[in-house]
Structure formats: structure tokens, C-alpha cells
């Protein structure tokens, strides 16, 4: 069942136009997009990973329409997201003054946006991976950590005194008298 459900999503993301057979045994003409909504195995929210997934991708989806790109999945959104934030966390270490670093967010801000437009995935990873390997080199080496997280500067900042043996108490008080 899902893999004969697959191969009619394959045929609909495919073409614009599609034949599709209701329950009446009556055919009608609809869009791709209309039809796979129109079924009664598929829900909106699933025309986007259900194309994904098939045997033509997201080549068949953008072919299909021309005017709005191939959504993205959850992890790459995520992923680009994440990097996002360690570019800004990564500013914020390097850059006490906020004004400064508002500056530098900015920046980092058009640096995102001018790659917005890729959506080849072999030149989103290639992108990916040299914005990865450029924040590895300009990382900070020592950032800063919030004061109750753990090595942050309230971590372990009291330490214990160390414990001396007899001896080492008695050699010391000789050394004073």
C-alpha cells in the first residue's frame, strides 16, 4: 500500500497535470498539487516529505513549480540555525562592548542572507561546510561560559584546601621558628 502510495505521489509531483480516478470510476483533470491534496491518503502538511522521498525529489517539485522553491527539511533548517547562533555566540566572546557586536551581528546576519538563495543540496553542503570549517579556525579559545554552568566562573572557583601529611605540617613548623 505505501509503496503503490509513493509511486502515485511520484506521478503527481512529476507532471502538472494528472488524471486522477474517483471512487465513481468517473476521471478528472486536476493539478499535481490539488490532486495530492484532494486524496484521501495525503494531508497537506505531508505533500512536501512525501515528494522528498520519492523517486524523482525535489527536482520534480521545483520542475512543478517554477515560482516557489522545494521546502527545506526540519534538520536543515535546524542545522542552518544552529550555525547561526554559534557564529553569534562566537562574535559575542570576541566582542565585549554590545555595540560592537551588534555590528559584527549584522554582518553575519548578510553573510547568511547572500547564500538564502541555494537550493542546490551539493552546493548547500559544500556552503555549509565552509562556513563549519570557518568558524572552527576563528573560534575563540577560551569563550565565555555562564557563571553557574559547568567551568563557568562560578564552577568549582572555592576549592578546598589541599591536605598536608604529619610531616610536611611539622616541616613547616620548624621552617617558622
Not at 476521471?27 to 490532486?35: F, L, R, V, W
Not at 512536501?48 to 521546502?71: C, I, K, Q
Not at 566582542?95 to 537550493?119: G, K, P, Q, S, T
Request: aromatic fraction near 6%; glycine fraction near 2%.
Amino acid at each position: 500500500m505505501l509503496r503503490s502510495s509513493l509511486s502515485h505521489v511520484t506521478s503527481l509531483a512529476s507532471t502538472d497535470e494528472v488524471e486522477l480516478r474517483t471512487d465513481d470510476g468517473e476521471d478528472e483533470e486536476q493539478d499535481g498539487d490539488t490532486a495530492l491534496r484532494s486524496s484521501h491518503l495525503l494531508s497537506p502538511t505531508m505533500l512536501p516529505t512525501l515528494a522528498r522521498f520519492s523517486a524523482v525529489g525535489a527536482a520534480a517539485a521545483a520542475a512543478s513549480s517554477s515560482s516557489t522553491s522545494p521546502a527545506f527539511s526540519q534538520a536543515h533548517k535546524s542545522r542552518v540555525k544552529s550555525l547561526y547562533r554559534r557564529y553569534l555566540k562566537n562574535a559575542l566572546d570576541w566582542y565585549v562592548r554590545r555595540d560592537l557586536w551588534r555590528d559584527r551581528a549584522i554582518e553575519i546576519r548578510i553573510e547568511f542572507e547572500r547564500n538564502r538563495h541555494i537550493r542546490n543540496p551539493r552546493e548547500l553542503a559544500r556552503v555549509l561546510k565552509e562556513a563549519e570549517d570557518h568558524l572552527n579556525e576563528i573560534k575563540h579559545p577560551d569563550p565565555y561560559k555562564p557563571a553557574l554552568f559547568e567551568d563557568g566562573t562560578k564552577w568549582e572557583r572555592n576549592i578546598p584546601p589541599r591536605m598536608f601529611t604529619q610531616a610536611e605540617k611539622n616541616a613547616a613548623l620548624e621552617a617558622h621558628h
